[in-house]
C-alpha cells in the first residue's frame, strides 16, 4: 500500500470525526463517538497496525500524522465531552432552580380530640375560678392509693389494674405506681395550696386492661377538687351541670345515684342521658354512666392536713378520653391513638 494512500486514510477519517463529533448532541452519543473512533477497535489504531508493513523510512513520515490525527480526535472529544457536561449540568440547575422567597400553600393541621376537649373542659372550669394543676404520671403508691382511703390490704385497689413500677417496701411511699386515675392530684393539690381550694386535673392514667372499642391501657382522666366552708353536694351539682351544658351547648339530663369510692362519703356515680341517632336515623336515648364523685372522706382531708371539722369538699372525676368520644361521636377509643392522619383530619 503507497504512503499517499494511508495519508489519504487518515485526512478522511480526519474528515469523519470530525462530521461524527458535530453530529453528536448528547453524552450518550459522545460515547458511541469514543467508542468508534477512539477506542482499540477504531480505525485509527488499524491504520497504525498497518504501519508494521512499511519501511523505517516510511514510517518516519507517517507515524507524525497518525498521531497528530490521534491526539486531535482525543482533544477534540475532550473539549466537546467538557462543554457537553457543563451544559447538562447547567440546564439541570436551571430546572431545579427554586424561589425561597416564595410562598407555598402549606397544610395547616389541626388539635387532636383530645387536646380540644380538654381545653373546652379548662376553659369552663378557669371560668368558675378553677386552677388548673398538673402532676405526675409516675406516682407513689401512698398518693395514689393509701392517701386517698385506700388502704394496702383494701379490694379496692383491685378495682384498678394497676401497673407497679417497684414494690416490695413496706413504706408506700417509696413504691412507684403508673397513677390509676387523676386523684393523685386530690392529694398533691391540698399539700401544695392547702384550703380553701378550686382546682381541676386533666392528666393521662394507666391501667392494665385488654383492649377493646371502648378500652386502652391509657386514657385521660380530670379530677376536680373543692375545698371551702360549707361546702354540700349542691355545690356539686351546680358545677357538674354548668360544665356539661357548656361542653354540650345545650341542656344535658342527669342522674345522681350511689356509688362506691373509698376516697369520698358519700360516694355517688352521675350519668347522662344521652341521646343517638340508630341506624334508621331515629333519635334514640340511654342513661351513660359519666363520673364518679362525692363528698371528700375526712380521711383524706385528714391526710392532706386540712381540718374537716372546719372544711368540707366534694371531688369528681371523668373519664376526658370518654368524652371526646362522646362529644365528636368517635365510636372507637383506638382512633384516638392511632395516629391514622385521615382520621385526625376530620378535626
Ligand atoms: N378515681 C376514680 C376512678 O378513676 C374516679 C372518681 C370517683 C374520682 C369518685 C373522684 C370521685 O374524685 O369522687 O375510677
New binding site residues.
Given amino acids: 500500500m503507497p504512503v499517499s494512500s494511508i495519508a489519504q486514510q487518515v485526512q478522511s477519517l480526519r474528515e469523519d470525526a470530525q462530521k461524527a463529533l458535530e453530529s453528536a448532541n448528547s453524552l450518550e452519543e459522545l460515547n458511541v463517538f469514543s467508542t468508534k473512533f477512539i477506542g482499540k477497535k477504531s480505525p485509527i489504531q488499524a491504520i497504525f497496525k498497518e504501519l508494521k508493513n512499511f519501511s523505517a523510512e516510511e514510517k518516519k513520515e507517517l507515524g507524525p500524522l497518525i498521531n497528530t490525527l490521534r491526539d486531535e480526535v482525543q482533544l477534540s472529544f475532550e473539549t466537546k465531552k467538557e462543554q457537553m457536561t457543563q451544559a447538562e449540568l447547567n440546564e439541570k440547575l436551571k430546572q431545579d432552580w427554586i424561589d425561597v422567597t416564595k410562598e407555598y400553600p402549606t397544610k395547616q393541621g389541626s388539635q387532636h380530640p383530645i387536646s380540644r376537649i380538654q381545653k373546652i373542659v379548662e376553659d369552663v372550669f378557669t371560668s368558675m375560678g378553677f386552677m388548673i394543676a398538673d402532676g405526675p404520671e409516675l406516682e407513689t403508691e401512698w398518693n395514689n392509693f393509701d392517701a ?1 382511703n385506700i388502704p394496702p390490704t383494701h379490694p379496692a385497689r383491685d ?2 389494674d394497676t401497673f407497679f413500677v417497684s414494690t416490695g417496701e413496706v413504706d408506700t411511699n417509696k413504691n412507684s405506681v403508673l397513677r ?4 393523685n392530684l ?1 392529694i398533691r393539690s391540698l399539700k401544695e395550696h392547702g384550703a380553701p381550694l378550686r382546682v381541676i386535673a386533666p392528666g393521662r ?1 394507666f391501667r392494665n386492661e385488654a383492649l377493646d372499642a371502648t378500652h386502652d391501657a391509657i386514657f385521660y ?1 380530670v ?3 373543692v375545698v371551702d366552708k360549707g361546702i354540700s353536694l349542691a355545690h356539686l351539682k351546680g358545677v357538674i351541670e354548668v360544665m356539661l351544658n357548656k361542653i354540650f351547648g345545650k341542656k344535658i339530663k342527669m342522674r345522681i345515684r350511689p ?1 362506691y ?1 373509698p ?2 362519703e358519700p ?3 352521675i350519668d347522662i342521658w344521652w341521646e343517638y341517632k340508630d341506624k334508621k336515623g331515629e333519635t334514640q336515648g340511654k342513661w351513660l354512666e359519666f ?4 363528698m ?1 372522706h375526712p380521711n383524706v382531708l385528714k391526710n392532706c392536713g386540712i381540718d374537716s371539722t372546719e372544711y368540707s369538699g ?6 376526658l378520653t370518654r368524652l371526646a368520644m362522646m362529644k365528636y361521636g368517635i365510636e372507637d377509643i383506638r382512633l384516638l391513638f392511632d395516629q391514622k392522619k385521615e382520621f385526625l383530619e376530620q378535626f
Fill in positions: 386517698l378495682m384498678q390509676t386515675h387523676t386523684s386530690q392514667v382522666q379530677e376536680g377538687v356509688g369510692f376516697f369520698v360516694g355517688l356515680e363520673m364518679g364523685a362525692g371528700m366534694f371531688a369528681f372525676g371523668f373519664g
